[in-house]
């Protein structure tokens, strides 16, 4: 089965720069799009990335993704951190039977 | 563009249950609705997609035979259903639009609290 992995926490410090990483199990995580969502505690998630690398209107360019075919691997990047960041992050792609998979999800403290 | 979910639902084991989720202002019929599950302190888990205008239908593989979608795209409303609940069914439960078929998604509902007693 198709798993994507991600850290289980990370954390950096307000105004710094954190790399949020979500590697494939199998396959080429480069032949599907990979999306971003935020969930903040208590809240339903939003959509912080869609196909890779595109900001839904209203998303800072502050968030951005990408992906890495050398390690099989997507990344979300957030720059210019906020304590208003502090949420979990998770990763979405899909198997080869074009079903959705999630990556475990990673918590991001902003101290 | 909006979608509005059902409120929390407090049931005992085996009984049924039906939630909804409501498009507004957008053609709903036109776009796929999606369901992800998210248990107690856990993370998010895909249950399948619908697409209103003709029923079409994937389960997660996890999901089939537990549970089934169906809408009424006159009303604009999708819906998750259990014919018998277990206490494992306790979480919040999102629907969520779709950009279009296997893309990701741009609108989600506030989410419906399920809790099931055993």
Redesign the interface.
């Given at each position: 089965n198709f798993m994507l992995t991600q850290p289980h926490s990370v954390s950096e410090s307000p105004g710094k720069t954190v790399t949020i990483s979500c590697t494939g199990s199998s396959g080429s995580i480069a032949s599907n799009?990979v999306?971003w969502?935020q969930?903040r505690p208590g809240s339903?998630?939003?959509?912080l990335i869609?196909?890779d690398n595109h900001r839904?209107s209203g998303v800072p360019d502050r968030f951005s993704g990408s992906t890495d075919s050398s390690s099989n691997s997507a990344s979300l990047t957030i720059s210019g951190l906020k304590t208003e960041d502090e949420a979990?992050y998770?990763c979405?792609s899909?198997d080869t039977n074009?079903?959705?998979?999630?990556?475990?999800?990673t918590k991001l403290t902003v101290l | 563009v909006q979608l509005v979910q059902s409120g929390a639902e407090v049931k005992k084991a085996g009984e049924s249950l039906k939630i909804s989720c409501k498009g507004s202002g957008y053609t709903f019929s036109n776009y796929w609705i999606?369901w992800?599950r998210q248990m107690p302190g856990k993370?998010?888990?895909?249950m399948g997609v619908i697409f209103p205008r003709d029923s079409d239908i994937?389960y997660?593989?996890t999901f089939q035979g537990q549970v089934t979608f169906s809408g009424d795209k006159s009303i604009s409303v999708a819906y998750l259903q259990w014919t018998s609940l277990k206490a494992s069914d306790t979480a919040i439960y999102?629907c969520?639009r779709l950009?279009r078929e296997?893309?990701?998604?741009?609108v989600?509902?506030?989410?419906t609290t399920v809790t099931v007693s055993s």
């Open positions: 799009y999306q969502y969930q339903a998630p939003t959509t869609y196909e839904p979990d998770y979405q899909y074009n079903h959705w998979v999630f990556g475990g999800g | 999606t992800v993370g998010l888990e895909w994937k997660s593989p999102y969520a950009r296997g893309d990701g998604v741009d989600w509902g506030q989410g």
